[in-house]
Nanobody, 126 residues
Framework: VLLVESGGGLVQAGGSLRLSCAASGGAFSSYVMGWFRQAPGKEREFVAAISWSSYRTSYADSVKGRFTISRDNAKNTVYLQMNSLKPEDTAVYYC????????????????????WGQGTQVTVSS
């Protein structure tokens, strides 16, 4: 499974970005999809996840109410809409896919994700 992120860039605080992650080579519609991020000198952390059916989503407290995860199974793509961006959102953002789970399953655990993209840089200036 190949995951390719896009949509990162430089934005001022308060601005918005939309990240996309296109999947190929696997059964995208059956995967839990997640977004994680890693800032310099910090560990990779959970941002958001969505079940394969889109029935359930989950978010880190730090982004709840500002970020929205969605997916289009027909396009094999997952999105992360990021609004009201803050300088502390600056990081490399990674999408990931977890195999298996019921229609309403999501997970925040890095170790449960089987496939990872190469990441896209998001920089928020103050």
């Amino acid at each position: 499974v190949l995951l390719v992120e896009s949509g990162g860039g430089l934005v001022q605080a308060g601005g918005s970005l939309r990240l996309s992650c296109a999947a190929s080579g696997g059964a995208f519609s059956s995967y839990v999809m997640g977004w994680f991020r890693q800032a310099p000198g910090k560990e990779r952390e959970f941002v958001a996840a969505i079940s394969w059916s889109s029935y359930r989503t989950s978010y880190a407290d730090s982004v709840k109410g500002r970020f929205t995860i969605s997916r289009d199974n027909a396009k094999n793509t997952v999105y992360l809409q990021m609004n009201s961006l803050k300088p502390e959102d600056t990081a490399v953002y990674y999408c990931a896919a977890a195999v298996g789970g019921s229609y309403d399953y999501t997970t925040r655990r890095l170790g449960e994700y089987d496939y990872w993209g190469q990441g896209t840089q998001v920089t928020v200036s103050s």
